[in-house]
């Protein structure tokens, strides 16, 4: 029990650490242990891998510009289930008394249960913690979840901004380096109009 507890605990603040540290803290991070280096060192590799065998230039540049926002949206998934899973097992650890429909059979699955239905603000009902430190860790998750949540919501928005910036940026290298850009297009389009003077500033400018 203690174990779990000592676990639970380290996930929720594995969780909170790494959601500051990428969404909210406006500096580089450089600690090299994060779950959201974790996350992307294991998922890059194997995506890239998966789009190698695609033969068409294109179609495999569409695909590996869906890692971006579709990794984001997993980190979110991910965060979740570690805090759910972070606050089950210290509810479970502790020993928490739980009132269950028609008094049933109470499991780690049960809190787990609890867990995600409190994380996520539901509000059903029909598992409820019966003592003060069972209630106090459920109210604590319910204003954690309530406010991951928030945080989540209000980041998405600026994320996309900076996405479609990026995009009409590339948009508008593609005249000056062929679609998709590349660094040899470049020198070569320069040199074809006698503008090489001009590579220097351009390239500072980008």
């Known amino acids: 029990m203690i174990a779990a507890m000592i676990f639970?605990?380290?996930?929720?603040?594995?969780?909170?650490?790494?959601?500051f540290e990428a969404m909210i803290l406006?500096?580089?991070?450089?600690?090299?242990?994060?779950?959201t280096m974790l996350?992307?060192?294991?998922?890059?590799?194997a995506w890239r891998a998966?789009?190698?065998?695609?033969?068409?230039?294109?179609?495999?540049?569409?695909?590996?510009?869906?890692?971006?926002?579709?990794?984001?949206?997993?980190?979110?998934?991910?965060?979740?289930?570690?805090?759910?899973?972070?606050?089950g097992l210290?509810?479970?650890?502790?020993?928490?008394?739980?009132?269950?429909?028609?008094?049933?059979?109470?499991?780690?699955?049960t809190y787990l249960y609890l867990s995600g239905v409190t994380f996520f603000t539901l509000g059903f009902g029909d598992v409820t913690p019966l003592n003060t430190l069972g209630r106090v860790v459920i109210v604590s998750e319910s204003g954690i979840g309530f406010g991951f949540l928030a945080v989540v919501i209000g980041y998405m928005p600026v994320l996309y901004q900076a996405f479609s910036k990026r995009e009409?940026?590339?948009?508008?290298?593609?005249?000056?380096?062929?679609?998709?850009p590349t660094a040899a297009e470049i020198l070569m389009r320069f040199a074809r109009g006698s503008s090489m003077e001009k590579l220097d500033p351009f390239l500072a400018e980008w």
Request: charged fraction near 15%; aromatic fraction near 12%; hydrophobic fraction near 50%.
């Open 39 to 45: 996350l992307y060192r294991t998922l890059w590799p």
């Open 90 to 109: 210290l509810s479970w650890s502790l020993g928490t008394k739980l009132q269950t429909p028609n008094n049933s059979e109470v499991d780690v699955f």
């Open 50 to 87: 998966i789009a190698r065998p695609i033969v068409n230039n294109k179609q495999r540049h569409t695909f590996l510009s869906i890692f971006g926002p579709f990794s984001l949206l997993l980190l979110f998934a991910l965060w979740a289930m570690v805090l759910i899973l972070g606050f």
């Open 168 to 180: 009409v940026s590339i948009s508008l290298l593609d005249a000056r380096a062929g679609s998709p």
């Open 26 to 35: 406006p500096r580089r991070v450089g600690r090299k242990f994060r779950l």
């Open 8 to 19: 639970g605990i380290l996930m929720i603040l594995l969780v909170l650490v790494d959601g």
